[in-house]
């Protein structure tokens, strides 16, 4: 008898939280999926799912979503899916791609303004056919614009906060808000900004030559190409670069390269990058992780700062 009205409570529970989410998501025009697994939305190819992904289509529809979801009390959140780890057991609550914000448009004075959506590659490939400079430094980066601003990426070529002038956010209660680059406090890999959806960033570029600026492209893809693990799936550098060192150097040194965790792997190519070599968990990465971050502060005594962002349940 109490078995059976434990039962019924919890199949209440969840029948209420199925509900939730379907409020959350009421009128959204783009794509809805309930129970969406992640590895397909992630560089790392790893990802448990999520409780419902929604892929809005315009920004209407971003602050349609972000009102119902506030309004539920669920928690948002944002996906490109180039920096992240995403724990076995997915991601609770409303995760939102902007794969449908691509726009990009000219504005006079060599501002480019870019929807949140938009991947860098393409953003530089717009660049350059408009002869427009500045965007250099981040040839072979693969996150969307936004993801780029709220990490503040960065290469030794430059970082985010020399390009960008403008934000334009959605606040978690549905509102607009536009914020200038002076307002936004932007640190190594990680930028302060109104909590919400980054949906369009303005970027102020100089007029260049065309040649020049593919040049430069061109070379610093050549030199990843050299350097770094590019055909296997990863999510980039795994930790941040202690001050005045290389967290890449630091991992090599302490004898990590090739070391794995079932097929989460320290790659032998870039000490800094944990790759996929097929069916890594996010357990098996997790575990990598620890390991190389005990050695090193055991023995070496840096504590190595995570730059990778872990997300979801275990
Ligand atoms: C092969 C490879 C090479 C890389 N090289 C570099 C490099 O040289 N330099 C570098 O800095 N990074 C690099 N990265 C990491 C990554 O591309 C960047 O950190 C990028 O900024 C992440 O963008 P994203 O859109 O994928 O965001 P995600 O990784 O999905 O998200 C990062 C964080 O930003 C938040 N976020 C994303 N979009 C929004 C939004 N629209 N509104 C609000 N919050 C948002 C997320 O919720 C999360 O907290 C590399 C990754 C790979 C796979």
Redesign the pocket.
């Known amino acids: 008898m109490k078995h059976r009205m434990q039962t019924d409570g919890t199949q209440v529970r969840l029948v209420r939280a199925q509900r939730r989410l379907e409020s959350a998501v009421a009128g959204v025009l783009g794509a809805v999926r309930f129970n969406e697994p992640l590895k397909e939305y992630t ?1 790392f190819h790893i990802g448990g799912p999520a409780d419902v992904l929604a892929e809005p289509v315009d920004v209407e529809d971003v602050a349609r979503l972000t009102k119902q979801t506030y309004e539920q009390a669920l928690p948002l ?8 780890l995403v724990r076995d057991k997915g991601i609770r609550g409303v995760v939102v791609s ?1 794969a449908k914000l691509r726009a990009i448009k000219e504005e006079p004075g060599s501002v480019l303004y870019a929807e ?1 959506g938009v991947g860098m590659p393409t953003l530089i490939g717009h660049a350059i056919r408009r002869s427009l400079a500045g965007l250099e430094w981040a040839a ?5 614009v ?3 601003v ?2 503040n ?3 030794r070529l430059g970082e985010m906060k020399d390009s960008v002038k403008a934000v334009r956010i959605v606040s978690p209660k549905g509102e607009l808000i536009h914020c200038p680059a002076e307002s936004i406090d932007f640190r190594y ?1 990680r930028a302060t900004l109104p909590p ?4 369009g960033v303005w970027l102020q570029l100089r007029a260049g030559v065309r040649s020049d600026i593919e040049q430069i492209v061109k070379d610093y893809l050549r030199y990843r190409r050299d350097t ?1 693990p ?1 055909t296997l799936p ?4 795994v930790f941040k670069n202690p001050l005045n060192d290389s967290a890449g150097r630091v991992v090599e040194a302490a004898g990590f390269k090739g070391t794995s965790v079932g097929d989460a792997r320290v790659s032998t190519r870039h000490a800094n990058f944990i790759v996929n070599q097929g069916h890594a968990s996010a357990a098996d990465v997790l575990s990598l992780i620890k390991k190389v971050r005990s050695r090193i502060a055991r023995k070496m005594g840096i504590k190595l700062e995570l730059e990778l ?1 872990i997300v979801g349940e275990a």
């Not at 072979?140 to 969307?144: E, F, H, V």
């Not at 919400?196 to 949906?199: A, C, H, K, L, W």
């Open positions: 560089s959140f944002v996906l490109g899916g180039t920096n992240v902007l949140g072979g980066i693969p996150g969307t936004a993801g780029c709220v990490m990426a960065g290469t890999r919400g959806v980054v949906v770094q590019l990863s999510a980039g550098c962002k």
